[in-house]
């Protein structure tokens, strides 16, 4: 059973910065490709951001290219969200996922796993 948890989360006004955490448990994590999404209310959840097996490549989604940095550290089972120069509309739900078969995924239907999610608001 694979298990993801996320941490991280809060409140913080425009302009501030948040890092995500992503712990992944119960297999091997380091063959796991790794995204993050999120989700406003009344819309759709949406990617982020995403991140290969090795950690050598990565995506960012255009709204936060610049702002937000995806990594990981395999040997804590560990995927991070770095963001930067928050703005209000960054406030979502954050999640992250896991696919078991490496690559950069950008659709929610790719991935095996999620995790339950981090509320991320952003005050003007």
């Known amino acids: 059973q694979v298990q993801l948890v996320e941490s991280g989360g809060g409140l913080v006004q425009a302009g501030g910065s948040l890092r995500l955490s992503c712990v992944v448990s119960?297999?091997?994590?380091?063959?796991?490709?790794m995204g993050w999404f999120r989700q406003a209310p009344g819309k759709e959840r949406e990617f982020v951001a995403a991140i290969t097996w090795s950690g050598g490549s990565t995506s960012h989604a255009d709204s936060v290219k610049g702002r937000f940095t995806i990594s990981r550290d395999n040997a804590k089972n560990t995927v991070y969200l770095q963001m930067n120069s928050l703005k209000p509309e960054d406030t979502a739900l954050y999640y992250c996922?896991?696919?078991?078969?490496?690559?950069?995924?950008?659709?929610?239907?790719?991935?095996?796993?999620w995790g339950q999610g981090t509320q991320v608001t952003v005050s003007p």
């Open positions: 119960g297999r091997t994590f380091s063959r796991y490709a």
């Open positions: 996922a896991a696919k078991d078969y490496d690559g950069i995924y950008v659709y929610t239907r790719s991935y095996n796993y």
